[in-house]
C-alpha cells in the first residue's frame, strides 16, 4: 500500500472520495495523516472519523510563506509518504517545497486546465461563454495550476447553470478522477519524467 499525506484546507471531500475507495480495498493506499492548514476543515472530522492521524498548521501563526512551508515540509516527513496529495489545499506553495516533493505531489483543479487556472473557476467559466467545463488532476510544478496533466474529466455546461450547478456537476467527476490517478500512481503506472506525465502500459 502506497504510503500517502493528504493536505486540505476544507470541506474534504474529495479526501472522502479517496478514503472510501482506500477502506474498501479499490485503492492500494495508507493514508498516515491529514494536514490542514485551517483549523476549522471539515475535512478533519472526516478524517478522524476514520482514524486517521490529522494534524492543524495554521498558516497564521507562521511569519511567512518560507517559514510556514518549512514546517509542513518537516511534519510530512515524519510520516514519509511516497505521494503528497493536495484536496482542496488552498495555499500557493513555494519552490522549495515543490522541489522537495517533485514528482510526488499532485493537485486537482476544477477547471479543464489550462483554462481557468486559479479561483473561482466555475463562475468564470459560465462567464466565458464556454460550453464545457471539467476538472484536471495533475502532477505540482514550479508553475500554479500549470503542472502536467495526469487526468481530466469533462462535464458539459447546460443553460441555466449556475456557478454552484456547474461545481457540483464538476465535483462529481473529481471524486472519479482523482482516486483514479492515486491508483495509477499507487500501481506504478505513472510518473513526472522531466515535466511530461510518462504512462507505462502494462
Ligand atoms: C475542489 O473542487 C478542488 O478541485 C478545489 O477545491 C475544492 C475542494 O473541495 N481545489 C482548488 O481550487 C485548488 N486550487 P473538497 O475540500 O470538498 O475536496
Known amino acids: 500500500r502506497l504510503p500517502l499525506v493528504i493536505l486540505i484546507s476544507g470541506r474534504g471531500s474529495n479526501l472522502q472520495a479517496i478514503l472510501e475507495q482506500s477502506r474498501s480495498g479499490q485503492l492500494p493506499v495508507e493514508i498516515r495523516a491529514v494536514i490542514s492548514n485551517r483549523p476549522q476543515a471539515q475535512g478533519l472530522e472526516r478524517a478522524q472519523r476514520a482514524g486517521i492521524e490529522t494534524r492543524v498548521l495554521d498558516h497564521r501563526q507562521y511569519p511567512n510563506r518560507e517559514a510556514f512551508d518549512l514546517a509542513l515540509m518537516k511534519v510530512i516527513d515524519r510520516y514519509a509518504p511516497e505521494l503528497v496529495v493536495l484536496a482542496g489545499f488552498m495555499r500557493i506553495l513555494t519552490a522549495e517545497f515543490v522541489r522537495h516533493y517533485q514528482g510526488r505531489l499532485m493537485n486537482i483543479h476544477p477547471s479543464l486546465l489550462p483554462n481557468f487556472p486559479g479561483l473561482d473557476t466555475h463562475r468564470r467559466a ?77
Do not use: C, M
Not at 454552484?164 to 519524467?193: N, Q, S
Open 126 to 202: 459560465l462567464q466565458a461563454g464556454k460550453r464545457e467545463h471539467g476538472a484536471s488532476v495533475h502532477f505540482v510544478t514550479n508553475k500554479v495550476d500549470g503542472g502536467p496533466i495526469i487526468l481530466q474529466a469533462r462535464v458539459p455546461i447546460y443553460p441555466g447553470d449556475t456557478p454552484d450547478t456547474l461545481a457540483a456537476r464538476v465535483l462529481e467527476e473529481e471524486h472519479r478522477i482523482y482516486p483514479e490517478a492515486i491508483r495509477a500512481f499507487a500501481e506504478g503506472k505513472i510518473r513526472l519524467e522531466e515535466e511530461r506525465v510518462h504512462w507505462i502500459k502494462d
